[in-house]
């Protein structure tokens, strides 16, 4: 990608759209630094004032920060977290006066489902990842948790990482698209024999089900699962403040 200086768009513009593109799809990851300013005028033939307004302007959007005397680095997104994942699991039960842990069932390569094909947009029997774990509160176990994720087969992921981190977290390293929204559907079911003996109670006990769809700048998706929570040993809070 060249900055196009007979074009209308002015190139300071030009570069903030490489550079966004870039970012958005994975080039430079969350907390990776950019290229200095130095660097990017001579890689696009630019002046340094006309890099510094580019740079500038990503700031201003949120897509990177600058720290005095280090450079600009890659932001992390503002995805919407929620109370579902894992890491608001652990404070929600710290508040509670109890100790929060997870425990991995499975993680492996698996060809894409049907269902999980389509919901990831790719085709049915192509590679991804499948993970399920438990959440646990005091080693009992409140939530069954099972993603499929598109990512990066050249950034291998870690068993800790599949541990202890939430799910946008590994996305943000490990996926081919770097994710920039979430999506998540609150819905009620009752466990079966499989879902019931993750959570050592009875089939057929209700429970709440947070599907979770992770998105990359273009709204396609790049990881998908859902996870399911007690309904006799959990509740979900919303608080609004008012003025």
Not at 3 to 14: E, G, R
Not at 96 to 105: C, E, F, K, P, V
Not at 112 to 125: H, T
Request: charged content about 25%; some cysteine.
């Amino acid at each position: 990608m060249a900055i196009d200086k007979n074009s209308f768009v002015p190139p300071y513009y030009q570069l903030a759209q490489i550079l966004e593109h870039q970012i958005k799809t994975g080039a430079y990851r969350p907390g990776e630094a950019l290229p200095s300013e130095a660097e990017l005028s001579e890689k696009y033939g630019l002046s340094r004032m006309t890099v510094r307004r580019s740079l500038s302007h990503l700031i201003r959007a949120g897509l990177i920060r600058a720290e005095r005397g280090k450079g600009t680095f890659v932001s992390r997104p503002e995805l919407d977290r929620a109370v579902f994942v894992m890491e608001e699991f652990h404070k929600d039960a710290a508040a509670r006066g109890m100790a929060a842990s997870s425990r991995l069932l499975e993680a492996r390569l698996v060809p894409a489902p049907e269902k999980a094909a389509a919901m990831l947009q790719v085709r049915q029997g192509t590679k991804v990842l499948f993970v399920r774990r438990t959440l646990l509160t005091d080693g009992e176990p409140l939530a069954y948790d099972r993603k499929y994720l598109r990512y990066d087969q050249g950034r291998p992921i870690l068993e800790n990482e599949l541990q202890y981190q939430a799910f946008p977290d590994i996305l943000e390293k490990h996926a081919a698209a770097l994710p920039m929204s979430s999506k998540m559907i609150l819905k009620v079911t009752n466990l079966n024999e499989e879902e019931a003996r993750a959570l050592r109670t009875s089939p057929g006990s209700p429970a709440f089900l947070v599907e979770q769809f992770l998105l990359a700048a273009d709204n396609r998706p790049v990881g998908w699962g859902w996870c399911l929570y007690r309904g006799d040993r959990y509740q979900l809070t919303s608080v609004t403040a008012t003025i």
